[in-house]
T-cell receptor
Framework: DAGVTQSPTHLIKTRGQHVTLRCSPI?????VSWYQQVLGQGPQFIFQ???????GRGNFPDRFSARQFPNYSSELNVNALLLGDSALYLC??????????FGPGTRLTVT | KQEVTQIPAALSVPEGENLVLNCSFT??????LQWFRQDPGKGLTSLLL?????REQTSGRLNASLDKSSGRSTLYIAASQPGDSATYLC?????????????FGPGTRLSVLP
């Protein structure tokens, strides 16, 4: 079975632009979580979705939003990009929020 | 607010040594604790998951313990190998006013020298 997949792998954007990151969970997993990892730090929790509903939210501004689709894939949207949004964005899936399995991440660079 | 710390921040050992990585958390009301490894620029690989009702979990050369009352977990790696070189992260799962929350520590960067 395929693991968690994320697209794109790398992305370069300009300040003020908008970005959409995508995640496909492991087959059978209904929960998807998003994390931001700045270089040299541990991941910071952004959102968790379960059965298409938001079940958890970290301390991030309203510029960050997400949604989960009927097939349990998910999108993370970031508006009005800032230089500080440059990071590795990680997606994790789990079966009902138990053990988490991570994707390879999307490296976002904001210039 | 939950805070997770990891000691040491970095560790360098010769091949074959047994070693212990430490994880501490400030709020003992957790649902579970999970250990991960991360290779440079890559995603996270799950190593062990300990439920709040459990004391330890083992997988191969890895053993993780959990003492919820004292807010501590340790990851024991036996007979270390150069392939174990990576950053090791612990994360706790809990609930707060916004629903579920997952809090990671900053990680321990491990180098195993041949």
């Amino acid at each position: 079975d395929a693991g968690v997949t994320q697209s794109p792998t790398h992305l370069i954007k300009t300040r003020g632009q908008h970005v959409t990151l995508r995640c496909s969970p492991i087959s059978g997993h209904k929960s998807v979580s998003w994390y931001q990892q700045v270089l040299g730090q541990g991941p910071q929790f952004i959102f968790q979705y379960y059965e298409k509903e938001e079940r958890g939210r970290g301390n991030f501004p309203d510029r960050f939003s997400a949604r989960q689709f009927p097939n349990y894939s998910s999108e993370l949207n970031v508006n009005a990009l800032l230089l500080g949004d440059s990071a590795l964005y990680l997606c994790a899936s789990s079966f009902a929020g138990s053990e988490q399995y991570f994707g390879p991440g999307t490296r976002l660079t904001v210039t | 607010k939950q805070e997770v710390t990891q000691i040491p921040a970095a560790l360098s050992v010769p091949e074959g040594e047994n070693l212990v990585l430490n994880c501490s958390f400030t709020d003992s009301a957790i649902y579970n604790l999970q250990w991960f490894r991360q290779d440079p620029g890559k995603g996270l690989t799950s190593l062990l998951l300990i439920q709040s009702s459990q004391r330890e979990q083992t997988s191969g050369r890895l053993n993780a313990s959990l003492d919820k009352s004292s807010g501590r977990s340790t990851l024991y790696i036996a007979a270390s190998q150069p392939g174990d070189s990576a950053t090791y992260l612990c994360a706790v799962r809990q609930w707060d006013n916004y629903g579920q929350n997952f809090v990671f520590g900053p990680g321990t960067r491990l180098s195993v020298l041949p």
